[in-house]
């Protein structure tokens, strides 16, 4: 047995190696593969059955993370791609673009904070926050190129739901696993859990409530003040993004009811971009453009509580001039 080199003209073509015999699946491509979030989400999709290339492109360290990557005894090919240059190669007929590529917080900054560093790097399907500004800077990119498709643009917020599925398990002391809906979007109070509509039902007090809900808010900022200035959320956010990509996988491989959070753009609540539950479906038409999943169908938000109708409003406030703020960025 020996590994399939693939003459591809990549610069990193060393790393081609496909251990398996490479099985039929989907083409991924990390945009900031060497990062805090890249390494470990790169490490994850290069286990997943459904993955069969991986590309893995950073402006830094690409070679190293692709060597290290491609010895891994799983099918996936894993190619590496450095710098502007191969940027193009890197993306070129890939299923689906997942983003982990900027700059952290450090304690005392807001994600907004990182909107000035990061609002230039944005192009694709999201994870780099400011995630409220960046997925509207995205989809204006994608308009004035004329491919702006709200369905295949999907903000990555599957890290409120794991850590909502975290804190509500340890709150109500129940060994089941949960299923809490986050709406509204990515940063403070924009991130709206719907305790109410916890599958299967919890009930909580109103201390409980007020807890959780301020908890699941501010996970990101428990993470940046532990780590004290060495980065913040790296390791859950690839097992999020991994969760939420591969739901994306099983979407376009033609699974049926595939419902994950994601941060889309939404009429369901006001005429623009606005966190939802989101049905990933297949669709041959996103099959042909470049074979991203996305988002099919939108659910309504359901039946809420006086405390979420509340922290609704507050949300969509402060959405509103995070979307706004990304729209000008770009615009200018
Ligand atoms: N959506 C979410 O729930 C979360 C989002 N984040 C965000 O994810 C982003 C990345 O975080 P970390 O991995 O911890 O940062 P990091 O600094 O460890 O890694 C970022 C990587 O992006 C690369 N990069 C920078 N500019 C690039 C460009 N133009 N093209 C390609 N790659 C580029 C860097 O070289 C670096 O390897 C940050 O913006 C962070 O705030 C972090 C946690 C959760
Ligand atoms: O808080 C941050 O800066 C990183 C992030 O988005 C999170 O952990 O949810």
Same mark, same amino acid.
């Given at each position: ?64 993370? +692709?060597?290290?990557? !491609? ?5 996936? &090919? /894993?190619? =590496?791609?450095? #710098?502007?240059?191969? @940027? ?82 340890? +709150?109500?002391?129940? !060994? ?5 809906? &986050? /709406?509204? =979007?990515?940063? #403070?109070?924009?991130? @709206? ?94 099959? /042909?453009?470049?074979?991203? #999943? ?39």
């Amino acid at each position: 047995m020996g590994c399939v080199k693939v003459e591809d003209g990549s610069a990193l073509s060393r790393g081609d190696c496909r251990a398996k015999g490479g099985a039929p699946g989907f083409k991924v491509a990390i945009v900031g593969a060497a990062g805090g979030i890249g390494q470990p989400l790169a490490m994850l999709m290069k286990m997943n059955p459904l993955v069969s290339v991986l590309h893995l492109y950073d402006v830094v360290n690409a070679p190293g993370v +692709t060597a290290d990557i !491609s010895h891994m005894d799983t099918g996936a &090919v /894993v190619r =590496g791609f450095l #710098g502007q240059p191969q @940027l193009e190669s890197a993306l070129t007929g890939i299923d689906l673009v997942i983003i982990p590529a900027g700059v952290p917080r450090k304690p005392g900054m807001t994600r907004d904070d990182l909107f000035k560093i990061n609002a230039g790097i944005a192009i694709v399907n999201l994870i780099s926050n400011p995630v409220n500004s960046t997925v509207p800077i995205a989809a204006e990119v994608f308009k004035k190129a004329g491919t702006y498709d709200p369905k295949r643009l999907l903000g990555v917020t599957t890290l409120d739901v794991v850590r909502a599925n975290t804190f509500v398990v340890s +709150t109500s002391q129940t !060994s089941l696993e949960v299923d809490v809906p &986050v /709406v509204g =979007g990515h940063a #403070g109070v924009t991130i @709206l859990p719907l305790l109410s509509q916890v599958k299967p039902p919890c009930s909580f007090t109103k201390e409980e409530t007020e807890y959780l809900t301020n908890r699941i808010q501010n996970g990101g900022t428990e993470v940046v003040e532990a780590k004290a200035g060495a980065g913040s959320a790296t390791l859950s956010m690839a097992y999020a993004a991994v969760k939420f990509a591969d739901a994306c996988l099983r979407g376009l491989r033609g699974d049926a009811g595939v419902i994950e959070c994601a941060f889309v753009a939404s009429e369901v609540l006001c005429s623009s971009l606005i966190g939802v539950n989101v049905v990933l479906k297949p669709s041959s038409e996103l099959l /042909v453009r470049l074979g991203r #999943g996305g988002a099919e169908e939108i659910y309504q938000l359901g039946p809420l509580n006086e405390y979420e109708r509340v922290g609704l409003e507050k949300a969509k406030m402060e959405l509103a001039a995070s979307i706004q703020k990304g729209v000008s960025f770009i615009k200018k």
